[in-house]
């Protein structure tokens, strides 16, 4: 009988995953697997349950949110590479940027279904310093706020918690003057209030990039880079760059792909990776993992293209 581990995390988003479990359970069974269940009790638990039965199950699947999610990731790649399961995600969080790039269904039924029974698809893993990300590492203007915001905010006023927690960041914005250089010879530098380094069309409902700009297996990330703004018009300019995706070397956003890319600054620069704190550095590498992952997919345009590769090997 095949074997799946599940993952959840009480509670994540508005504790929907606790809600949900004996529906997500129904759903596996009649899919023929015999279950093993692991609710989350702290910060790292994910990654350790993994890390230590992952390779005996034929699927892992985590319910909860994107923290949740790159704990499992963490946990899978501490695997040998031909022992790791495929993986599932059922979004929980308050966010779940990662679900909206990978085009998941919203309803738990359908969710579990595609987690339990989706085509398995090879997607790029990031890696910031030794620390794991399945879709983003970031810098600057608002990227503390999914780790310093409140739990319990997070569970009440959902997205709107990050927005309330950010607005209070406008009135002062630091910046940190930087170097970005790529083994290819591509570089900027100058005084940025955010940074990205992404496998994503979606970060925190703030950046939004178009679908064919983004592969999640080509081993190459987009790098935007925003400059420190410094009167209205450059504010306008910025939104505009983000909007078009319009943008130049020396302009107010600088965008490129790398499959690896350098930051290197005069002092400590604090990074989330996967909305939670990836540490504090004053030079930080992000290397691109090649296919280093399996995950389930099941509709829209993540199918298609998982069809395609399977048929094409």
């Not at 009480?10 to 606790?18: D, I, L, Q, S």
Request: charged share 20%.
């Amino acid at each position: 009988m095949k074997k799946l581990l599940y993952i959840y995390n009480p509670a994540a988003g508005r504790k929907t995953a606790k809600a949900s479990l004996s529906d997500a359970l129904e759903v596996f069974a009649r899919q023929g697997y015999e279950i093993t269940v692991h609710p989350t009790q702290a910060r790292g638990d994910a990654a350790a349950a993994v890390r230590e039965q992952g390779a005996g199950y034929d699927r892992v699947v985590c319910c909860g949110g994107d923290g949740t999610l790159n704990e499992t990731v963490r946990g899978l790649l501490a695997l040998p590479e031909d022992r790791r399961p495929v993986l599932g995600y059922i979004p929980a969080g308050t966010t779940n940027d990662f679900s909206r790039t990978l085009e998941l269904p919203k309803t738990l039924p359908e969710l579990a279904e595609v987690a339990g029974a989706g085509i398995p698809r090879p997607i790029d893993v990031g890696e910031a310093e030794g620390r794991p990300f399945t879709y983003v590492a970031a810098f600057g203007l608002f990227t503390d706020v999914s780790y310093s915001t409140p739990q319990a905010s997070k569970n009440l006023l959902g997205h709107f918690a990050y927005v309330l927690e950010g607005m209070g960041r406008l009135a002062s914005i630091p910046s940190c003057h930087m170097k970005v250089t790529t083994p290819e010879g591509q570089q900027a530098e100058g005084d940025f209030i955010y940074g990205m380094v992404g496998n994503t069309v979606s970060v925190g409902g703030l950046v939004n990039l178009p679908r064919d700009k983004v592969r999640l297996d080509d081993g190459r990330f987009e790098v935007i880079l925003i400059r420190q703004p410094k009167t209205a018009k450059d504010w306008q300019s910025i939104l505009t760059a983000l909007t078009t995706l319009e943008m130049a070397e020396d302009g107010a956003v600088t965008g490129f792909s790398a499959g690896s890319v350098t930051f290197a600054c005069s002092q400590g620069v604090a990074w989330t990776v996967d909305g939670e704190f990836g540490g504090e550095q004053a030079v930080t590498h992000v290397q691109n993992l090649p296919r280093a992952l399996t995950i389930a997919c099941g509709s829209g345009s993540a199918e298609q293209t998982a069809a395609k590769e399977l048929g094409a090997k």
